[in-house]
């Protein structure tokens, strides 16, 4: 039988890849983001015919947002069984510069909008029986992020702990609930964001392997998560961070 996954934060980057690999492994996919119409657009750079993947505006911010995408997976597809909170703000701002809101305003984002996507799929998951969430945290949340800001650091830590919680509470339902913890990942906007030579430097001294992850191996770990077969992992925490750091 076809699976559905939904992607949130998926219109670039990341969410992209994994939205992609998703669809090549045979799932039906909702691409969503904030950002309607490039959901719409990145959607049908995947899928022309939108007979596979459909485009979605969905504010992780917004439970009702989660609800209404659900129903929209459930008339179109009769379920959903596999969410893939992606979506995140990654601002670098210098720890005594970060504003009150603007650390609200990330954690609103990051750490509330998995919990209430997972909340809401987590319902779904347990009247049908079956379900996979898996949760984009950050090597930055392990360790204590340097460059990342410290409020995007923090949400990530959380994910971590809710990955956990969630995962006891509904281990016994056949629904399995993990994350994934990069380190840096080539995708386009880490290029946009950090001038070459930086860049350059990070790899050479920061990574023992001397690469960053790309956006499809990521994605791959996801789709591993995601499978059917995958009914012992939960709770878990897969890193990619070049050996970084090594626990
Ligand atoms: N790129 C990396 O090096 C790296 C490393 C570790 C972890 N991660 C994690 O992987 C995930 C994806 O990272 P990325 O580099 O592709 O990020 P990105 O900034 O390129 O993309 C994030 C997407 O989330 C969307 N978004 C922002 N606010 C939203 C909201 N309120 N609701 C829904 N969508 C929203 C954006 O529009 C964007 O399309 C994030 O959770 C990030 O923390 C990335």
């Not at 959607?43 to 596979?52: I, M």
């Not at 670098?92 to 603007?102: A, G, S, Y």
Request: net charge negative.
């Amino acid at each position: 039988m076809t699976q559905v996954a939904l992607v949130t934060g998926a219109a670039q980057g990341l969410g992209l890849s994994i939205a992609k690999k998703l669809l090549e492994a045979g799932y039906r996919v909702a691409l969503t983001d904030v950002d309607e119409a490039r959901a719409i657009s990145a959607a049908k750079t995947l899928d022309e015919s939108g007979e596979k993947v459909i485009g979605l505006g969905l504010d992780v911010q917004e439970k009702n947002e989660f609800r209404n995408a659900l129903k929209v997976l459930v008339e179109r597809w009769g379920a959903c069984e596999v969410l893939v909170n992606n979506a995140a703000l990654t601002p670098t701002t210098p720890l005594l510069e970060i504003e009150p809101d603007e650390f609200d305003q990330v954690m609103k984002v990051n750490l509330r909008g998995t919990f209430v996507g997972s909340q809401v799929f987590a319902e779904h998951f347990c009247e049908r029986g079956y379900g996979r969430i898996i949760n984009m945290a950050s090597l930055a949340g392990q360790m204590g992020g340097t460059a990342s800001g410290a409020h995007y650091a923090s949400s990530k830590a959380g994910i971590l702990t809710l990955t956990k919680i969630f995962a006891r509470e509904f281990a016994d339902k056949k629904i399995t609930v993990n994350a994934v913890a990069p380190g840096p990942v080539d995708v386009p906007s880490i290029r946009d964001k950090v001038p070459a030579d930086k860049l350059a430097n990070i790899i050479d001294n920061m990574i023992p392997v001397k690469a960053m992850s790309s956006p499809d191996f990521i994605a791959d770990m996801v789709v591993m998560l995601a499978s059917p077969e995958a009914t012992t992992v939960t709770g878990a925490c897969w890193d990619a961070n070049g050996g970084i750091s090594m626990r």
